[in-house]
């Protein structure tokens, strides 16, 4: 493989994203430094009012739903402001959500002081608006809604009207981005302080719409000794990673990719992840899978070395000359596949495994090269952590972390908010990607990305991450052309252009 370029680096891509806990930390840091409580509600409250006017700036009626916390102060603040605007205010809450909060109590009476009024709701329909607001819970609900808060939610998801969510969509777990109950589907959520881990992965981003962050002016030491939770990469950091080529490079220097896969009547897998092995700039790509699939894979792309791989012999002298092997897609699980894991595994090669190879090593766990990258859905990824596919969705970041422990290697969970980590490493959040690309070979085409990223020289966790961003990326600019029927390989022609980010010359 050949080193990367020495051209210069650009700063640490992403952006940090937090958990609940260290959140608090942060939060309570600030009350300390302005020291007034009352002062970050009401900078919450006016950030989120100037947020409103910015996207809904002839929004007449304005609806908010407080809750009983400080998520609900927000809420008072917000209408205190559209109240003093002139907008047609209505505050509406739950006989059971009366302020607790010394400065939820405080930003209600203001409101109140202010000329506006608070009205009981009953929780099946609500007052014609043009915006609701939803201020009923904020960071801390990590369970289902009770009854008449979730029937609440429900009207409010009902109401017809754009919903612009406060810190936090009620109902959605702000760490794991899991919606155990009903949750507030907004159609934006500003988020307080700093970014939530679990607005972007999971639920999360059905649940939260479009996202900013209200930074209220915190100073930047608050953050001082907090780790974030992950970082979210967007389609802008790719050329943290993607660097031109040297003048003088050639095919050696891009890497050998080496994709096993393709059992009887599969053999369209491994086809679609070598093509994107070469269209994600992979200098060599060779297959080896079943004999009959070899004169279709030649005549569809003659770019590849297609090879049967009926014997050990055959096999060997493809794993000689590889750089990097991608195992899996359409490997099947019967005794063909079985035989190519054992042989791959014992080569010490570097190593991406996706698909039967994956379900292969959750039947029969083995020790991997210290430099493999997985890539589960969270089908198998239950597979391999032995527990169902609704407990990995209901905490990804906790399956993420456990897969990592469990195989000591790289991990790409895939799903909405792809998540990225490696040992002991902050984890990284794809934010991109879309439902089109919930079609079978998708999986596939991100396994050759990922491998010939590797095989150019990024090291695995690098390879992965970048990988996994550059597959959501070209899998949005595919889907400009619709998202039911994107297929796999529409992607290609987006990976070579988004493989080459635009650099100063």
Not at 51 to 80: I, M, S, T
Request: charged letters at 15%; glycine letters at 12%; aromatic letters at 2%.
């Amino acid at each position: 493989m050949s080193a990367p370029s020495a051209r210069p680096v650009p700063p640490r891509p992403g952006a940090p994203l937090y958990d609940v806990a260290t959140l608090r930390r942060v939060e309570a840091a600030a009350l300390e430094e302005i020291g007034d409580a009352d002062a970050l509600m009401a900078r919450a409250g006016e950030a989120a009012w100037r947020f409103a006017c910015a996207h809904w700036p002839d929004a007449k009626r304005v609806l908010v739903v407080c809750g009983p916390g400080n998520n609900g102060g927000d809420g008072y603040v917000l209408a205190r402001y559209a109240h003093t605007a002139g907008r047609a205010v209505s505050v509406l809450r739950l006989a059971a959500h009366a302020p607790r909060t010394p400065e939820a109590q405080a930003a209600c009476a203001a409101f109140i002081a202010a000329g506006g009024q608070v009205a009981l709701v009953g929780t099946d329909t609500l007052p014609p608006a043009d915006l609701v607001v939803d201020a009923l819970f904020g960071l801390g609900l990590t369970r289902a809604a009770d009854a008449d808060s979730a029937a609440l939610i429900e009207a409010i998801n009902a109401a017809g009207a754009p919903v612009l969510a406060l810190d936090v969509p009620s109902g959605l777990d702000a760490d794991r981005g899991h919606a155990a109950g009903t949750a507030v589907r907004a159609t934006r959520t500003v988020q307080m302080i700093a970014g939530h881990v679990g607005l972007y992965t999971g639920d999360g981003p059905e649940h939260a719409g479009a996202r900013a962050v209200a930074d209220l002016d915190v100073a930047s030491g608050c953050f001082d000794g907090e780790a974030s939770a992950a970082r979210r990469v967007t389609g802008s950091d790719l050329g943290h990673w993607l660097r031109p080529r040297h003048r003088n490079s050639h095919k050696g220097h891009a890497g050998h990719v080496l994709c096993i896969g393709g059992d009887h009547g599969t053999g369209g897998a491994v086809m679609l992840a070598a093509e994107a092995a070469l269209r994600s700039g992979a200098g060599l790509v060779s297959v080896g899978t079943r004999a009959g699939h070899v004169p279709a894979m030649l005549a569809r792309c003659p770019e590849v070395m297609a090879r049967a791989v009926d014997t050990d012999a055959a096999l060997g002298a493809l794993l000689d000359a590889a750089d990097v092997v991608a195992l899996g897609p359409g490997l099947g699980q019967g005794a063909w596949g079985h035989g190519l894991l054992a042989d791959v595994l014992a080569s010490g090669r570097p190593l991406v495994l996706d698909a039967d190879g994956l379900n292969l090593l959750a039947r029969a766990p083995r020790p991997l090269p210290s430099d493999s990258i997985l890539t589960p859905h969270p089908g198998e990824a239950a597979r391999l952590l032995g527990c169902t596919t609704a407990e990995v969705q209901a905490d990804r970041l906790a399956a993420l972390h456990a897969l990592v422990a469990q195989s000591g290697a790289v991990v790409v969970l895939k799903g909405a908010g792809t998540l990225v980590a490696a040992p002991g490493a902050i984890p990284w959040l794809v934010d991109a990607g879309n439902p089109g690309m919930a079609t079978g070979g998708m999986g596939d085409v991100l396994t050759g990305v990922i491998a010939a990223l590797r095989a150019q020289g990024l090291a695995p966790e690098a390879a992965a991450v970048c990988g996994a961003l550059l597959h959501a990326a070209a899998g949005d600019a595919a889907a400009q052309a619709g998202e039911r029927g994107l297929l796999p390989r529409d992607l290609f022609g987006h990976l070579r252009t988004l493989a080459n980010p635009e650099w100063p010359r």
